[in-house]
């Protein structure tokens, strides 16, 4: 005892001096350094900040400038199409724009005028046209034609007009109190200025997401304006005012805005009277998109919280090195005693196991991984094992070969014995269970093939009788829940015919016939081989049960073929496992199910055709006498044919000497064209052939059925007539053209000539006289100037139902442009009405709903508060789906009241040039 004492003491007073040197050393040295490498990791860190921070808010804003960039794309990409076609476009597109991004107050573009306006003469002027989500979600319009006369040089316009460059907004306050910011992009066309696009965008969010930073970080973060304006803040009533106003003297001493200006980043410390850091600032200006504007990242982290962290630190660690000296004292004396008690349970358990007493062995604590906790662990391990091995054979006494042992190691001969004994005893086992589940199996396929051979030998000449059985009887003996059989329907066809089912849904059994790329069935069409799925998709077929519907866990398709012949395809869908053996006694029936049914439909066939045959012999004498008596009838026609064509190819030479003549194809295609109707069209021979009649015109889904109805017809050898207006340079031409089939010595369409007879004139006097007549004009104004460029409506005209305020506002009571205006209408609205009843009768509310917006907004251009005001009840009960079976009846409704209005539109457009 006296020995083991010393050698502890010595221990004690060796391991105790040498940490004392090291420790108090070493904390010499961090208090010289520590303070140092602080500061500066801190500084770097918030710089990295505010970079991280910058490069996030500058990909935010590229995003917002990548959408208004899209839109400038489709503008210059469609600048050949008319003004009002593109209109359409760009409206689509603003439109998907302000309903899918709530980050936008409005979105709008200013047009000038002379792009949209071909009868704008003057060079200044613009439209605009602005886009709101009104409380349904729905983007709405705004109009307005602004500067007719004279550009204001100090509008935002104006400038960008001038500098026709992308570029964004100081920040401003809105209508609506939100801090917001317009992001500009000039149009071009043509190499010209053609107007000014803008989202306006609201700069909230960039408050919100330094809100979730702020929470979490121990420094202040702030977005700044190239002019210093706060645009976001972690005092929220900062936001909106001036960076000057918040912190005077960091603008002062530093410059700031000019750096944010410039785009040039800052660090800046600010120190007390005593030359102490208090505050450490980092600046990071970033450019918005292509434009010259920069907006900032400004960091502000306090310093003295690390003065007082350092003087914390040295004090904890001198106080625990203190400590820590008196723990290793301690624990060393500990060691050394410990090293005696620990020898001592190791020689007693050593004794037992001698004895070969095992279960009763209480295994040494390891607290330590030295040699004394090495040699404690490795006799807890051989206890272990001897009570794994007499556990392991207990077990195996009683029939478990499934319990787990595990072999102390690779040299441990004693638990690999066992094992092995275990395994032989778990094959022979495994042997006899597996040889009597394959006689079960082959006794459920012997017993199977039994039942079919009586189901198939039944005398059956009704097919889809047994079919039914054959379905029946395999879903049955399968435990199946739903099966089906599809059989080819003749020899020279691809398409298979569903004969009979077992617990199909209605949408399954409803499709009678299949072709090869419907589904598993047509896919096994395709292949001839078995398909088998036990990873069925949730969108599948579900199946009915008494439980209810489930998604089928297993489906098998197996194909009937019977002579290298594809006969049809046997369907069966489980809600269990099919099993392999299963599957194996299906493929084995299906060629005797094939067969059979093969046989069926071949007698059935021959039956057919015999009947057929007897048929054919009696029609076939019928048919020999007809054909006798036909023939002398066609060598008259032909006579006769020929006769007319010779007559009817000189009228036609003389009509092409006389008039414009276009010759189509039956499908509307220009495959000729006379001198006299080039002469008028202005245009060569190459630059209409292969054209598409009216293929120049916008038409809607009405107008183009109407369109090929027309073309059906004459492919049909109707002749049919059309008044057509033609705009070569100045000149205006009105053709009377006749469409007239010209037809084979068959009676066959081959071509349509198409021949037009000029009505100028008459149209022109016509036109005249009715003004006169509406006192639009005087009589005595009727001289050569019958051809007047510039129709005009009658703005003192008395109407009822229409109220043209809104137009003589906007267009300035021009009575040429407010005819423009209505004409369109005139020519547009007839048919969008009757398109909106059709959508109504078909119940499709969706598009209905899409098509109500736009023609609400006519409405209200032209005053018709009625139609109106019905427009927005149909609308608001489509989007609250509720009440639907009314909007047939409010449809009605609309109608009735348009059809006053279009009364008052045919008087008010009697002027020269409307057709």
Same mark, same amino acid.
């Given at each position: 005892?006296?020995?083991?004492?010393?050698?502890?003491?010595?221990?004690?007073?060796?391991?105790?001096?040498?940490?004392?040197?090291v420790?108090?050393?070493?904390?010499?040295?961090?208090?010289?350094n520590?303070?140092?490498?602080?500061?500066t990791?801190?500084?770097?860190?918030d710089?990295?900040?505010?970079?991280?921070?910058?490069?996030?808010?500058?990909?935010?804003?590229?995003?917002?400038?990548?959408?208004?960039?899209?839109?400038k794309q489709?503008?210059?990409g469609?600048?050949e199409?008319?003004?009002?076609?593109?209109r359409?476009?760009?409206?689509?597109?603003?439109?998907?724009?302000?309903?899918?991004?709530?980050?936008?107050?409005?979105?709008?573009?200013?047009?000038?005028?002379?792009?949209?306006?071909?009868?704008?003469m003057?060079?200044?002027?613009?439209?605009?046209?602005?886009?709101?989500v009104?409380?349904?979600?729905?983007?709405?319009?705004i109009?307005?034609?602004?500067?007719?006369?004279?550009d204001n040089?100090?509008a935002l316009?104006?400038?960008?007009?001038?500098?026709?460059?992308?570029?964004?907004?100081?920040?401003? %306050?809105?209508?609506s109190k939100?801090?917001?910011a317009?992001?500009?992009?000039?149009?071009?066309i043509?190499?010209q200025?053609?107007?000014?696009t803008?989202?306006?965008?609201?700069?909230?969010?960039?408050?919100?997401?330094?809100?979730?930073?702020?929470?979490?970080?121990?420094?202040?973060?702030?977005?700044?304006?190239?002019?210093?304006?706060?645009?976001?803040?972690?005092?929220?009533?900062?936001?909106?005012?001036?960076?000057?106003?918040?912190?005077?003297?960091?603008?002062?001493?530093?410059?700031i805005?000019?750096?944010?200006?410039?785009?040039?980043?800052?660090?800046?410390?600010?120190?007390?009277?005593?030359?102490?850091?208090?505050k450490?600032?980092?600046?990071?200006?970033?450019t918005?998109?292509?434009?010259?504007?920069?907006?900032?990242?400004?960091?502000?982290?306090?310093?003295?919280?690390?003065?007082?962290?350092?003087?914390?630190i040295y004090?904890?660690?001198?106080?625990a090195?203190?400590?820590?000296?008196?723990?290793?004292?301690?624990?060393?004396?500990g060691?050394?005693?410990?090293?005696?008690?620990?020898?001592?349970?190791?020689r007693?358990?050593?004794?037992?196991l001698?004895s070969?007493?095992?279960?009763?062995?209480?295994?040494?604590?390891?607290?330590s991984?030295?040699?004394?906790?090495?040699?404690?662990?490795?006799?807890?391990?051989?206890?272990?094992?001897?009570?794994?091995?007499?556990?392991?054979?207990?077990?195996?006494?009683?029939?478990?070969?499934?319990?787990?042992?595990?072999?102390?190691?690779a040299?441990d001969?004693?638990?690999?014995?066992?094992?092995?004994?275990?395994?032989?005893?778990?094959?022979?086992?495994?042997?006899?269970?597996?040889?009597?589940?394959?006689?079960?199996?082959?006794?459920?396929?012997?017993?199977?093939?039994?039942?079919?051979?009586?189901?198939?030998?039944?005398?059956?000449?009704?097919?889809?009788?047994?079919?039914?059985?054959?379905?029946?009887?395999?879903?049955?003996?399968?435990?199946?829940?739903?099966?089906g059989?599809?059989?080819?329907?003749?020899?020279?066809?691809?398409?298979?015919?569903?004969?009979?089912?077992?617990?199909?849904?209605?949408?399954?059994?409803?499709?009678?016939?299949?072709?090869?790329?419907?589904?598993?069935?047509?896919?096994?069409?395709l292949?001839?081989?078995?398909?088998?799925?036990n990873?069925?998709?949730?969108?599948?077929?579900?199946?009915?049960s008494?439980l209810g519907?489930?998604?089928?866990?297993?489906?098998?398709?197996?194909?009937?073929?019977?002579?290298?012949?594809?006969?049809?395809?046997?369907?069966?869908?489980?809600?269990?496992?099919?099993l392999?053996y299963?599957?194996?006694?299906?493929?084995?029936?299906?060629e005797?199910?094939?067969?059979?049914?093969?046989t069926?439909?071949?007698?059935?066939?021959?039956e057919?055709?015999?009947?057929?045959?007897?048929?054919?012999?009696?029609?076939?004498?019928?048919?020999?006498?007809?054909?006798?008596?036909?023939?002398?009838?066609?060598?008259?026609?032909?006579?006769?044919?020929?006769?007319?064509?010779t007559?009817?190819?000189?009228?036609?030479?003389?009509?092409?000497?006389?008039?414009?003549?276009?010759?189509?194809?039956?499908?509307?295609?220009?495959?000729?064209?006379?001198?006299?109707?080039?002469?008028i069209?202005?245009?060569?021979?190459?630059?209409?052939?292969?054209?598409?009649?009216k293929?120049d015109?916008?038409?809607?889904?009405?107008?183009?059925?109407?369109h %090929?109805?027309?073309?059906?017809?004459?492919?049909?050898?109707?002749?049919?007539?059309?008044?057509?207006?033609?705009?070569a340079?100045?000149?205006?031409?009105?053709?009377?053209?006749?469409?007239?089939?010209?037809?084979?010595?068959?009676?066959l369409?081959?071509?349509?000539?198409?021949?037009?007879?000029d009505?100028?004139?008459q149209?022109?006097?016509?036109?005249?006289?009715?003004?006169?007549?509406?006192?639009v004009?005087?009589?005595k104004?009727?001289?050569?100037?019958?051809?007047?460029d510039?129709p005009?409506?009658?703005?003192?005209?008395?109407?009822?139902?229409i109220?043209?305020?809104?137009l003589?506002?906007?267009?300035?009571?021009?009575p040429?442009?407010?005819?423009?205006?209505?004409?369109l209408?005139y020519?547009?609205?007839?048919?969008?009405?009757?398109?909106?009843?059709?959508?109504s009768?078909?119940?499709?509310?969706?598009?209905?709903?899409?098509?109500?917006?736009?023609?609400?907004?006519?409405?209200?251009?032209?005053?018709?508060?009625?139609?109106?005001?019905?427009l927005?009840?149909?609308?608001?009960?489509?989007v609250?789906?509720?009440?639907?079976?009314?909007?047939?009846?409010?449809?009605?409704?609309i109608?009735?009241?348009?059809?006053?209005?279009?009364?008052?539109?045919?008087?008010?457009?009697?002027?020269?040039?409307?057709?």
């Amino acid at each position: 005892m006296k020995f083991r004492l010393i050698l502890s003491i010595r221990m004690l007073l060796f391991i105790v001096s040498a940490a004392a040197i090291v420790f108090f050393s070493t904390l010499r040295i961090i208090n010289q350094n520590f303070k140092k490498v602080a500061y500066t990791e801190a500084k770097e860190a918030d710089d990295n900040q505010a970079k991280k921070y910058a490069s996030e808010i500058q990909t935010l804003i590229e995003v917002d400038f990548e959408k208004i960039r899209s839109y400038k794309q489709i503008v210059e990409g469609n600048s050949e199409l008319p003004y009002t076609h593109r209109r359409v476009l760009f409206n689509k597109y603003l439109e998907k724009v302000i309903q899918n991004n709530a980050d936008y107050s409005s979105v709008w573009d200013a047009w000038e005028l002379k792009f949209t306006d071909e009868n704008w003469m003057m060079p200044n002027g613009y439209v605009k046209r602005s886009f709101l989500v009104d409380e349904f979600g729905w983007a709405n319009i705004i109009s307005d034609s602004l500067d007719l006369e004279t550009d204001n040089t100090d509008a935002l316009y104006y400038k960008k007009k001038q500098m026709p460059k992308e570029g964004i907004t100081l920040p401003y %306050k809105s209508k609506s109190k939100n801090l917001e910011a317009s992001i500009l992009v000039p149009l071009n066309i043509n190499n010209q200025f053609a107007g000014l696009t803008g989202f306006d965008l609201k700069l909230n969010k960039y408050q919100t997401l330094l809100d979730s930073i702020n929470s979490d970080l121990p420094f202040e973060v702030m977005l700044l304006a190239s002019n210093g304006d706060v645009i976001a803040h972690p005092i929220e009533s900062f936001v909106g005012s001036n960076i000057r106003v918040i912190d005077t003297l960091l603008v002062n001493r530093f410059n700031i805005k000019e750096l944010i200006a410039a785009g040039k980043p800052g660090r800046f410390v600010m120190v007390d009277d005593q030359g102490v850091e208090k505050k450490y600032y980092s600046l990071k200006p970033f450019t918005l998109g292509n434009t010259e504007s920069s907006w900032a990242i400004l960091i502000v982290a306090p310093l003295t919280e690390i003065e007082t962290e350092l003087t914390g630190i040295y004090k904890v660690l001198s106080n625990a090195i203190k400590g820590g000296l008196v723990i290793i004292g301690l624990v060393v004396l500990g060691f050394g005693l410990s090293i005696v008690f620990q020898i001592r349970k190791t020689r007693n358990i050593l004794t037992k196991l001698a004895s070969g007493d095992v279960h009763n062995i209480e295994k040494i604590p390891v607290k330590s991984a030295d040699e004394l906790g090495e040699m404690a662990l490795s006799l807890n391990t051989v206890i272990d094992g001897l009570n794994s091995v007499t556990d392991f054979a207990e077990k195996m006494g009683d029939g478990n070969y499934d319990f787990e042992f595990k072999e102390l190691s690779a040299d441990d001969t004693l638990g690999h014995a066992v094992i092995e004994m275990r395994n032989s005893l778990q094959i022979a086992k495994n042997e006899e269970d597996a040889r009597l589940e394959q006689a079960r199996q082959l006794e459920w396929a012997s017993n199977g093939m039994n039942i079919f051979n009586r189901v198939l030998r039944v005398d059956n000449r009704n097919l889809e009788e047994l079919a039914y059985e054959i379905t029946k009887t395999i879903t049955t003996y399968l435990d199946a829940h739903m099966g089906g059989l599809y059989v080819k329907t003749d020899l020279g066809n691809t398409e298979f015919e569903l004969l009979s089912f077992i617990g199909f849904n209605k949408e399954k059994y409803s499709k009678k016939f299949i072709q090869p790329t419907d589904g598993l069935a047509g896919q096994c069409i395709l292949e001839r081989e078995t398909i088998f799925v036990n990873d069925v998709p949730e969108d599948y077929d579900v199946v009915s049960s008494g439980l209810g519907k489930s998604i089928p866990r297993a489906i098998l398709v197996v194909p009937l073929i019977s002579n290298r012949v594809l006969v049809g395809v046997l369907e069966i869908e489980s809600l269990k496992d099919i099993l392999p053996y299963q599957i194996k006694f299906v493929e084995r029936i299906a060629e005797t199910i094939a067969s059979t049914v093969s046989t069926v439909k071949t007698n059935a066939r021959t039956e057919e055709l015999l009947d057929k045959a007897k048929k054919q012999a009696e029609e076939l004498e019928q048919q020999e006498e007809e054909m006798r008596q036909n023939m002398e009838e066609m060598n008259a026609s032909q006579e006769e044919s020929s006769k007319q064509e010779t007559e009817l190819a000189a009228v036609i030479e003389g009509i092409n000497r006389l008039l414009p003549v276009l010759t189509y194809d039956t499908n509307g295609k220009v495959i000729d064209a006379n001198d006299n109707y080039l002469k008028i069209y202005r245009v060569k021979k190459n630059q209409i052939v292969g054209k598409q009649h009216k293929a120049d015109l916008f038409m809607n889904e009405t107008e183009q059925s109407q369109h %090929k109805e027309f073309w059906n017809n004459l492919a049909n050898g109707q002749v049919a007539d059309s008044l057509g207006y033609i705009k070569a340079g100045k000149d205006d031409y009105w053709l009377l053209e006749k469409f007239l089939p010209i037809k084979d010595q068959y009676g066959l369409v081959q071509k349509v000539l198409c021949i037009g007879i000029d009505v100028t004139e008459q149209q022109k006097t016509e036109s005249k006289i009715k003004q006169v007549q509406d006192g639009v004009i005087k009589t005595k104004d009727i001289d050569d100037d019958m051809v007047a460029d510039n129709p005009v409506v009658n703005l003192n005209q008395k109407l009822k139902v229409i109220d043209l305020t809104y137009l003589k506002m906007v267009y300035k009571k021009n009575p040429a442009k407010i005819y423009n205006i209505i004409k369109l209408y005139y020519n547009t609205l007839p048919n969008q009405i009757v398109e909106l009843e059709e959508i109504s009768n078909n119940k499709d509310y969706k598009k209905l709903k899409s098509r109500i917006n736009g023609l609400k907004t006519k409405m209200s251009y032209l005053g018709l508060k009625n139609v109106y005001e019905q427009l927005r009840d149909v609308e608001r009960i489509l989007v609250e789906d509720k009440n639907l079976a009314e909007v047939p009846e409010m449809i009605s409704v609309i109608k009735k009241y348009w059809l006053l209005a279009f009364a008052e539109l045919q008087q008010l457009l009697r002027v020269p040039g409307y057709k």
